[in-house]
């Protein structure tokens, strides 16, 4: 069934909900969307996601369910953990958890005890909340250290890595981030777990389409666990995987069921087997490298803007900008930009004067934009849309121009998972 007798069919059930989606398709259409862990997934993978699959109760692994009519959805669970493993030379892999949160309690679940010492990046400088913040599960249930980024560089020092986990003695060290724009030397980080005898965990959800699209050294073969959701630049549905070393397969796969998950989503599953065999394509590895150069090129014109680029550039997906120059705090760009029909989040700089609801900064990502096929010349353009857009929060006849433009601009550009269909 296509998408648009899929709509027809809501339309006339559900009318209200048709509304929502419908509304949606517009917004994706007429804005810049430039969160960092967003995505256009492609036709192929919302049918998958949207088919019979989602009927189906499959508790356990393929070949060894607790439900009887698995026949099918074992073949699709199947073909998604060798996909996987073929893209990112894994020796092991699962596919049912429901997203990253769940796939990293999973991994502190099969080499952790509750109470045990976990280092991992802090959320003000990049982390993510499970890695560690107090408000989290993972934060309640280990006891985790922090390291940040150098204050001055705002990159990773390895050295003060290194002297971090020699005093804290973790059991599990974490690396992989929501907010972090340069390189991960994965080996490094491995030589320090190995220093202080402990496990390392890469939670890879930002890069792992770079990774499977050669844009991003891989943490495979260094970190023994690596987790990552399905959704962000891997442009599969919303999901999470995780790849492990051989040995221990069996205790993450009893972490994810019985521990943690009942019934797997088999539709989201088949999804990820779909969104695995497109990123297997040699135009996925086009795809990746576009993403960088158009982040390097949109920091380079909002650098010349005046903003400022915090660690001064970026070698992945995404950017920090310090929206201090304009004299806006992160909350008041992230509104102005979004009035303006330009979509990104306040995000914390590193050693952020403001709380995490104000911030002075904004995340912008490429993922999503380039997914629609902007390249580093329409990067200037976006450039100059965002710098407009902050010099007039405030005003609101000046946002709406603005917003215009951008609607005008952003509809020249095709929307997976609408066009393709
Ligand atoms: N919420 C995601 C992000 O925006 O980075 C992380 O889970």
């Known amino acids: 069934m296509s998408v648009s007798s899929d709509q027809k069919v809501l ?38 996601t949207g088919s019979v699959l989602t009927n189906k109760y499959a508790e356990g692994y393929p070949g060894r369910r607790y439900y009887a ?3 099918n959805v074992d073949v699709a669970e199947t073909i998604a953990i060798d996909r996987a493993k073929e893209l990112f030379g894994a ?18 679940f099969s080499v952790l005890k509750p109470g045990d010492r976990v280092l991992g990046m802090s959320l003000d400088h990049g982390g993510h909340l499970t890695h560690g913040s107090p ?21 990773l020092d390895y050295d003060a890595v290194a002297k971090v986990a020699e005093e804290f003695r973790p059991k599990l060290i974490v690396c992989g981030y929501t907010a972090y724009p340069r390189t991960i030397d994965f080996a490094r980080f491995r030589e320090i777990a190995d220093s202080v005898d402990a496990y390392l965990l890469a939670d890879m959800a930002h890069i792992a389409g770079l ?13 023994q666990i690596v987790t990552s959701t399905t959704h962000k630049t891997l442009r599969g549905p919303r999901g999470a995987m995780a790849l492990t070393t051989a040995d221990l397969a069996r205790k993450y796969n009893s ?3 019985p521990n943690m998950q009942g019934g797997p989503m088999m539709h989201s599953i088949a999804a990820k087997a779909v969104a695995f065999r497109e990123a297997a394509q040699p135009e996925f590895k086009e795809y990746a490298s576009a993403i960088v150069q158009n982040a390097q090129s949109l920091s380079g014109a909002l650098a010349a803007g005046g903003l400022r680029i915090v660690s001064g550039g970026t070698d992945n997906h995404l950017m920090l900008v310090d929206v201090r120059p304009t004299g806006l705090t992160g909350k008041e760009a992230e509104a102005a930009l979004h009035v303006a029909g330009i979509v990104a989040n306040k995000n914390t700089i590193p050693d952020d004067p403001q709380p995490p609801m104000v911030t002075s900064g904004v995340r912008i990502g490429t993922p999503a934009v380039t997914s629609r096929r902007m390249d580093t010349s329409d990067m200037e353009t976006v450039a100059g849309f965002i710098l407009d857009a902050v010099k007039s929060a405030g005003d609101d006849s000046a946002l709406a121009s603005i917003k215009t433009a951008v609607a005008k601009f952003a509809s020249q550009f095709q929307v997976p998972g609408l066009d393709d269909a």
């Open 11 to 48: 339309s006339a059930v559900d009318p209200d909900i048709a509304k929502v989606v419908g509304d949606e398709e517009r917004r994706l259409r007429e804005n810049i969307v430039l969160i960092a862990s967003e995505n256009y997934a492609s036709a192929a993978v919302l049918s998958a």
């Open 69 to 71: 009519g698995t026949e």
């Open 91 to 108: 020796e092991h892999v699962n596919v049912q958890p429901h997203s990253g949160s769940q796939a990293n309690m999973a991994a502190y």
């Open 135 to 155: 408000v989290n599960f993972s934060g309640k249930l280990f006891e985790f250290g922090h390291y940040g980024v150098d204050i001055e560089s705002e990159q």
């Open 211 to 223: 990774i499977a699209g050669g844009a991003h050294p891989s943490p495979v073969g260094h970190a």
């Open 255 to 257: 972490a994810v069921f």
